[in-house]
């Protein structure tokens, strides 16, 4: 019940960030950290408040990537910094993974994040869908897509042969590998 609870307020948080065209510092930082709580939730049933007011306060090394053909998309690639305020990293599929980043996008007219690697699900489609509404060219074709955009630290050729083979196997396409995955339970 109460990860539900939690579920909704972000969304309704998410929401109302929606509203503001413009993407400010404050509300890419949220956006990130929010996505990256749901993501270290898992399959949890109770959510500790703490743990949530932890993670909001978690200090992230965020760094926007170099990008080509993308007008309404900025990309960027997330690890945390360590600090000695008593935060519980482990609880940062990130931190407690064999994984060294998190890449996702932030669409700058709504705000839809997209998880593009490290995370448990892959968004690549829906931001091929996104770019199909934005009237982007040349992103129904694998040799013009991997031609026409880029962005730094992401094999789009990889990413868009699972998308077109509608596979998730990570074994075959190492793009899919999810931070999480790597975690061993002692």
């Known amino acids: 019940m109460i990860k539900r609870r939690i579920i909704i307020l972000l969304f309704f948080i998410i929401n109302i960030l929606n509203i503001n065209a413009q993407i400010s510092y404050e509300t890419k930082d949220l956006l990130i950290k929010l996505t990256l709580f749901k993501e270290s939730l898992g399959t949890e049933e109770v959510v500790n408040k703490d743990l949530l007011n932890n993670f909001l306060n978690v200090n992230l090394q965020i760094d926007t990537l170099e990008n080509e053909g993308f007008t309404h998309f900025d990309f960027y690639s997330i690890s945390p910094l360590f600090d000695p305020n008593g935060i ?50 040349n992103i129904s074709n694998r040799k013009r897509f991997v031609d026409w955009y880029f962005v730094d630290k992401l094999d789009f050729d990889c990413l868009f042969k699972a998308y077109m083979s509608n596979s998730f196997d990570a074994n075959k396409y190492p793009c899919l590998h999810y931070c999480s995955e790597f975690v061993t339970t002692h």
């Open 88 to 137: 519980e990293y482990d609880r940062l599929p990130l931190v407690r993974a064999n994984c060294d980043e998190y890449i996702l996008a932030i669409s700058r007219t709504d705000h839809q994040v997209y998880r593009l690697k490290g995370f448990f699900s892959n968004d690549f489609p829906a931001l091929l869908r996104s770019m199909e509404i934005l009237n982007y060219g």
